[in-house]
């Protein structure tokens, strides 16, 4: 049971168009293996880990959204922390499609979710149409970070989820998230933990008293 203890509970989508390898980079972070016979998601997939960041125990919820069904994805926008929003290097129309997802995450979800753009398939840089410096300075743009990455082979997998699960943590700890929030994407794991943090908000409310 211990194993299965965490402090936080995370919800993070994972979005883009069709074809760019969301469900590979589900797959590739929860097996630790590329998904060979991946076809077309259809509806939505789903997958938990916990993993650790410092001293806390996080586990992540992950939902992989299906890109070419927009109605059903967009309902799944409400109540999320952080978002993987994903397009294929070597196809440009997926990378142009980034702004559609963009805009319906932007009015949909949490203004504290954490979004980070993903360059996936960089197992084919050879047929790369979109560099590395264009999505950089567009990731700039739209206040996100950015990372590429390789379903197939791995490379930057792992970062991805850590990285959106760091910044997510970091927001709960400034209090830019509240986890007791409805719809906020992210939970208490443990009772022992709520109580500390409510203790911690109540001694900061005692004190910004005393010097009002």
């Not at 998601?41 to 992950?62: P, Y």
């Not at 069904?69 to 397009?87: I, Q």
């Not at 792992?158 to 509240?178: H, M, N, Y």
Request: charged share 25%; aromatic share 10%; with cysteine.
């Amino acid at each position: 049971m211990l194993a299965d203890a965490y402090d936080f509970l995370f919800k993070l989508l994972i979005v883009g168009n069709s074809g760019t390898g969301k469900s590979c980079l589900l797959h590739h972070f929860l097996e630790n293996q590329f998904r060979k016979d991946s076809v077309n998601t259809i509806g939505m997939e789903f997958g938990t880990r916990i993993i650790h960041i410092a001293d806390k125990a996080i586990k992540l919820q992950i939902w992989d959204t299906a890109g070419q069904e927009r109605s059903l994805t967009k309902s799944y926008f409400r109540g999320a922390a952080g978002a993987l929003v994903v397009y294929d290097i070597c196809n440009r129309e997926t990378f142009l499609g980034i702004r559609s997802w963009l805009n319906d995450v932007r009015q949909l979800a949490n203004p504290e979710m954490v979004m980070i753009l993903v360059g996936n398939k960089t197992d084919k840089a050879d047929e790369r149409e979109v560099s590395y410096l264009e999505a950089s300075r567009f990731a700039q743009e739209q206040e996100m970070m950015f990372l590429e990455a390789s379903a197939f082979s791995g490379d930057g997998v792992e970062e991805l989820f850590f990285k959106c699960a760091r910044s997510i943590l970091s927001k709960v700890e400034t209090g830019q998230i509240d986890p007791e929030r409805s719809g906020s994407g992210v939970q208490f794991g443990d009772s022992s933990l709520r109580r500390m943090t409510q203790r911690t908000r109540t001694r900061k409310k005692e004190r910004t008293c005393c010097f009002s």
